[in-house]
């Protein structure tokens, strides 16, 4: 079935420090897929998007380019944070087995210190 | 309202009891999912409705919980004969239509003792 896959947290990273977190894809159509950011006590909110191969993504700084080739999605910044620190989700939607139903990841932690 | 409301937002319930969760999509959004989330796990799919469709139910963990959505708005998370391992924040979304950017509320932490 439909899955997706991130890097183990947490991620401990200085202020202005460069940010990448893994993100890799199980699907048998072609997803959407999308990154999620959630503040503690609060719902996952959408960070960005992306629709469909080469697309890239971006809001607030952060990056993420759809790689069909490689079934990866990872997210990016160039310089984190302090309040950057929060709990990172990658998700697909739209593949044939997961219909529309959005699959998320396991999440991974950032932690950014002054 | 503004965003998507779910009530209550705390609950706690005796094991063995019936609980009910409510969750109010924004208007006009015709797909509604319900995650579960562990303490400081990920999100567990647990169903998801889009308009008239039969809702996908591939993500219930067994046969004491069901949901429904009643007009293609308001929905209902029940839990039957609650078990510890029941407890968890339940999320739910909402989003225009399938494939778009969906909306979480604030969850619902429920606790059974």
């Known amino acids: 079935g439909d899955s997706v896959t991130q890097m183990e947290g947490p991620v401990t990273l200085s202020e202005e420090a460069f940010l990448t977190i893994n993100c890799t894809y199980t699907?048998?159509?072609?997803?959407?897929l999308f990154w999620y950011v959630q503040y503690p006590g609060e719902g996952p909110q959408l960070l960005l998007k992306?629709?469909?191969?080469?697309d890239k993504g971006s809001n607030k700084g952060f990056e993420a380019t759809y790689r069909k080739e490689t079934t990866s999605f990872h997210l990016e910044k160039g310089s984190v944070q302090v309040s950057d620190s929060a709990v990172y989700f990658c998700?697909?939607?739209?593949?044939?087995?997961?219909?529309?139903?959005?699959?998320f990841g396991s999440g991974t932690r950032l932690l950014v210190r002054p | 309202g503004a965003g998507v409301s779910q009530s209550p937002s705390n609950k706690v319930t005796e094991k063995g009891k019936d609980v009910e969760l409510r969750c109010d999509p924004i208007?006009?959004?015709?797909?509604l999912y319900w995650y579960r989330q562990s303490l400081g796990q990920g999100l567990e799919f647990l169903i998801y409705?889009?308009?008239?469709?039969?809702?996908?139910k591939s993500g219930l963990p067994s046969d004491r919980f069901s949901a429904e959505r009643t007009g293609g708005s308001v929905s209902t998370l029940t839990i039957q004969r609650t078990q510890q391992e029941d407890s968890a924040v339940y999320l739910c979304?909402?989003?225009?239509?399938?494939?778009?950017?969906?909306?979480f509320g604030q969850g619902t932490r429920l606790t059974v003792v």
């Open positions: 699907a048998t159509g072609y997803p959407s």
């Open positions: 979304a909402s989003s225009f239509t399938e494939n778009t950017e969906a909306f």
């Open positions: 409705f889009q308009g008239n469709s039969a809702p996908d």
């Open positions: 992306a629709t469909k191969a080469d």
């Open positions: 998700a697909l939607s739209g593949a044939v087995d997961s219909s529309y139903k959005l699959i």
């Open positions: 208007s006009g959004h015709t797909a």
